[in-house]
Nanobody
């Protein structure tokens, strides 16, 4: 059974940083993208960032470019999202996803989400 488990969310002041982790189990996600999405209250889920198996290809939403960095450790089957210069509008539940053929292609697997709250 495939599981994606996110961690690292929490409460942080604007301008601060957080690092999210997503540990995958049940299979190795080779040759596919892993990514992060987020959903704020009352809004649709939106793409945040994605990374290829090799790490050579990354993609970011315009709203997080230059502030967020996605990375992965294939030996640990884990993907990370380093979030810096956080803004109140980054407040959302962040979801890890895996199994897509491209950065924004449909993902096969999803985590349960981790809450990120940025206070002013």
């Amino acid at each position: 059974q495939v599981q994606l488990v996110e961690s690292g969310g929490g409460l942080v002041q604007a301008g601060g940083s957080l690092r999210l982790s997503c540990a995958a189990s049940g299979r190795t996600f080779s040759s596919v993208f892993m990514g992060w999405f987020r959903q704020a209250p009352g809004k649709e889920r939106q793409f945040v960032a994605a990374i290829s198996w090799s790490g050579d290809t990354t993609s970011y939403a315009d709203s997080v470019k230059g502030r967020f960095t996605i990375s992965r450790d294939n030996a640990k089957n884990t993907v990370y999202l380093e979030m810096n210069s956080l803004k109140t509008e980054d407040t959302a539940v962040y979801y890890c996803a895996a199994g897509a053929a491209g950065p924004k292609a449909p993902y096969d697997y999803w985590g349960q989400g981790t809450q990120v709250t940025v206070s002013s």
